[in-house]
C-alpha cells in the first residue's frame, strides 16, 4: 500500500455507554467522519468478536457497549445495521445473550443476524484460495463495520482486526481451514485472503479492556483504555501492538498481511490521529511469541512440522479442572482427531495434533494449557527467550 493508513487513538477508561459514544463518535471524526464510510439507506453488518458466551468483564468478547454505540452512529447516519457473528462453537443466541451483545443490539434498534446461511464467494486477485464460503449475511450486507476485541492468541500471538475477518466463515469452516492451513505463515497467508476478500470499510477496536496472558479465551483482562479505530486493519493491529510493547513486524500474521497489500504496518506508513502515541503506551501486556518454532529462531517450516513435538508448543490437559464437557474433542479438526475421551479424561494423540490450539480457545474452563515442547524450552532457556 503506497498512501499512508490513518489511525485514531482515542481514551476511553469505561464501558459506560455515554463514554463510550463519545470515543467512538470522536475516533471515527477523527477518520473524516461516518460519513465518509456510509451512505443513506445502506445495509451495515457489524462485526464483533462473539468467541463464546462469557460475561463482557471476562474480556472474550468485544464489550456489549462498543456495540450499541456503533449501532446506533449507523442508524444516526441514516444506515440500517445488524449485527452479526459465527461462534466457532457455541450457539450464536447463547453467545449474544451471555456476552450482552444480544441486549445491547435491541437497545440500539438493530437486528441480531446469526450467520448461519453461507455463500461461495470468488476471492480477489491475487489470493492463494480461488474462492471462499462465508456467510450470506456478510455478502448481503453494503458495508462492513469490524469490532474486533484486542487479545492474545495462541496460534496468531495477537486477535485483533485482520484475525477478526476470520468469523465472517461459517463455524465449521472454520474448524476446515485450520486443518488446510495449519501452521502460522499458512495460517496468515489464508487470513491475507480474507481480509483482501472481505473488505471491511472500518475497523473499531475493542482496547478498553483487552486480555492478556492465554488468550482468546482463558487470558485475564487488560486494561489499555483506548478505542483505536481505522480503514487498514493492518495498521490498527500495528499500531495496537506497539502500544503493548509488541514488535508487529515479527508477527507472521501482520507481516505476511503487509506483504500481501492488505495494509501498512510500518511506523512510517501510519498517521497517529487524537491522541499522542508515546503517552499511551502500556507495559506489562503478557503473551506469547507466535506458535510456529520458526518465530523463536529462523528454522524453516518443514523443520518445525518434522519435529513439532520438541519445538512447537503443544496443549495439555487439566483434569483438575477439566468438566469433561468434551467441546475440545468436538472442535478439534484434525483428521484424525487428535482427542478423544476415554475413561472420563481428554486424550491427546500428538502425532495427529496441527497445533491449532482450536481446543484451547474454545474449553470453557480454562482447563488446556501450552506448554513448550523440549526442545523449544531449551533453547529458549539458553538463550533467555
Ligand atoms: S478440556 Fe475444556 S473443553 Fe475439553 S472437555 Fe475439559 S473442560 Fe471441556
Ligand atoms: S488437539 Fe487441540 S491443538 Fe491439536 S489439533 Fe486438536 S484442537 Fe488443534
Given at each position: ?10 481514551r476511553c477508561n469505561s464501558y459506560e455507554i455515554?463514554h463510550v459514544?463519545?470515543a ?23 462485526k464483533p468478536n462473539m468467541l463464546s458466551p462469557h460475561p463482557p468483564e471476562k474480556a472474550v468478547t468485544t464489550h456489549p457497549a462498543l456495540v450499541q454505540a ?15 457473528d459465527?461462534p466457532g462453537?457455541y450457539?450464536?443466541?447463547?453467545v449474544a445473550e451471555v456476552s450482552g451483545i444480544?441486549e445491547a ?41 469490524s469490532l474486533p476485541k484486542f487479545k492474545t492468541h495462541a496460534?496468531t500471538c495477537i486477535t485483533a482486526a485482520?484475525k477478526n475477518?476470520?468469523g ?36 473499531i477496536l475493542d482496547a478498553i479492556v483487552g486480555m492478556d496472558g492465554n488468550g482468546p479465551g482463558a487470558g485475564d483482562p487488560f486494561r489499555i483504555g483506548l478505542v483505536i ?8 493491529d500495528?499500531?495496537a501492538c506497539?502500544i503493548v510493547?509488541i ?35 502500556v507495559?506489562g501486556f503478557r503473551y506469547n ?71 484451547s480457545e474454545i474449553c470453557p474452563s480454562k482447563?488446556v ?17
Amino acid at each position: 500500500m503506497t498512501t499512508k493508513s490513518k489511525v485514531a487513538l482515542v481514551r476511553c477508561n469505561s464501558y459506560e455507554i455515554h463514554h463510550v459514544t463519545q470515543a467512538v463518535t470522536r475516533a471515527v471524526d477523527l477518520l473524516g467522519g461516518i460519513n465518509l464510510f456510509i451512505m443513506p439507506g445502506q445495509k451495515v453488518l457489524i462485526k464483533p468478536n462473539m468467541l463464546s458466551p462469557h460475561p463482557p468483564e471476562k474480556a472474550v468478547t468485544t464489550h456489549p457497549a462498543l456495540v450499541q454505540a456503533v449501532a446506533e452512529l449507523v442508524k444516526s447516519s441514516g444506515g440500517i445495521p445488524s449485527v452479526g457473528d459465527s461462534p466457532g462453537f457455541y450457539k450464536f443466541s447463547r453467545v449474544a445473550e451471555v456476552s450482552g451483545i444480544g441486549e445491547a443490539v435491541r437497545k440500539a434498534g438493530a437486528r441480531l443476524v446469526p450467520f448461519d446461511r453461507e455463500q461461495e464467494i470468488p476471492t480477489a486477485a491475487g489470493c492463494l484460495m480461488k474462492s471462499l464460503v462465508v456467510a450470506s449475511e456478510v455478502t448481503n450486507a453494503d458495508v462492513i463495520i469490524s469490532l474486533p476485541k484486542f487479545k492474545t492468541h495462541a496460534l496468531t500471538c495477537i486477535t485483533a482486526a485482520i484475525k477478526n475477518l476470520f468469523g465472517c466463515m461459517p463455524g465449521l469452516k472454520k474448524a476446515e481451514m485450520h486443518f488446510r492451513f495449519s501452521d502460522d505463515n499458512r495460517f496468515s497467508h489464508m487470513l491475507a485472503d480474507i481480509a483482501l476478500s472481505i473488505p471491511a470499510r472500518l475497523h473499531i477496536l475493542d482496547a478498553i479492556v483487552g486480555m492478556d496472558g492465554n488468550g482468546p479465551g482463558a487470558g485475564d483482562p487488560f486494561r489499555i483504555g483506548l478505542v483505536i479505530a481505522g480503514a487498514d486493519p493492518v495498521a490498527v493491529d500495528s499500531t495496537a501492538c506497539r502500544i503493548v510493547g509488541i514488535d508487529p513486524l515479527t508477527l507472521p500474521m501482520v507481516r505476511i498481511a503487509a506483504e500481501r497489500g492488505v495494509g501498512n504496518a510500518s511506523e512510517e506508513r501510519i498517521e497517529i490521529v487524537g491522541e499522542d502515541f508515546q503517552k499511551v503506551r502500556v507495559p506489562g501486556f503478557r503473551y506469547n511469541p507466535p506458535a510456529g518454532a520458526g518465530r523463536l529462531l529462523p528454522i524453516p517450516d518443514f523443520f518445525s512440522l518434522r519435529f513439532k513435538n520438541w519445538i512447537v508448543r503443544k496443549p495439555r490437559f487439566l483434569r483438575a479442572i477439566c468438566t469433561k464437557c468434551g467441546a475440545c474433542v468436538q472442535i478439534c479438526p484434525a483428521r484424525p482427531k487428535a482427542l478423544r475421551m476415554e475413561k472420563g479424561r481428554i486424550v491427546i494423540d500428538d502425532r495427529n495434533c496441527i497445533r491449532c490450539y482450536c481446543c484451547s480457545e474454545i474449553c470453557p474452563s480454562k482447563a488446556v494449557r501450552l506448554t513448550r515442547g523440549f526442545g523449544a524450552a531449551l533453547l529458549a532457556r539458553t538463550l533467555k527467550l
